[in-house]
């Protein structure tokens, strides 16, 4: 519960109340062009980083022994996964949009291969702490 109000008032902090209706965009200026995203998004990426660190601190400290902090970071790793793999498809159809030769084109095509390591690091992640919730579940039995 505290982790949920912790995002919710980061979320307020950050977007004003205006911002966060259904209609609302956020434009992102790089260079001389602009994109414009949902603002819901950003909103969504930033409740699921909150999730991420807060649980992956619970999980390190507790060495893997609370089994519901455990099942819930690997959910939110999966969401997080998800929504890299969803960011990393928007920027390919920015890249797709522009042209690869810009300077633009090819920023946002760096951008994309550096979430994709940190993809790869996310699993690398969700299979250890897979293994290990497995094995301090079958402890208990």
């Given at each position: 519960?505290?982790?949920?109000?912790?995002?919710?008032?980061?979320?307020f902090l950050i977007f004003?109340?205006?911002?966060?209706?259904?209609?609302?965009?956020?434009?992102i200026n790089i260079h001389d062009t602009y994109f414009v995203i949902p603002t819901s998004y950003f909103v969504v990426l930033l409740c699921?980083?909150?999730?991420?660190?807060?649980y992956?601190?619970?999980?390190?400290?507790r060495n893997f022994k609370n089994k519901t902090a455990n099942l819930i970071f690997l959910i939110i790793n999966i969401l997080l996964i998800l929504k890299l793999t969803q960011t990393i498809y928007i920027l390919k159809s920015f890249v797709q949009i522009d042209e690869i030769g810009t300077d633009i084109g090819?920023?946002?095509?760096?951008?994309?291969?550096?979430l994709l390591v940190i993809q790869v690091i996310l699993l690398i992640i969700l299979g250890y702490s897979g293994i290990k919730t497995g094995l301090n579940y079958k402890k208990t039995e």
């Open positions: 519960m505290g982790t949920a109000i912790f995002a919710l008032i980061s979320i004003d109340l205006d911002s966060l209706s259904t209609g609302s965009t956020t434009d699921i980083l909150i999730f991420f660190g807060v992956l601190i619970r999980m390190l400290r090819r920023e946002l095509m760096a951008f994309s291969n550096v």
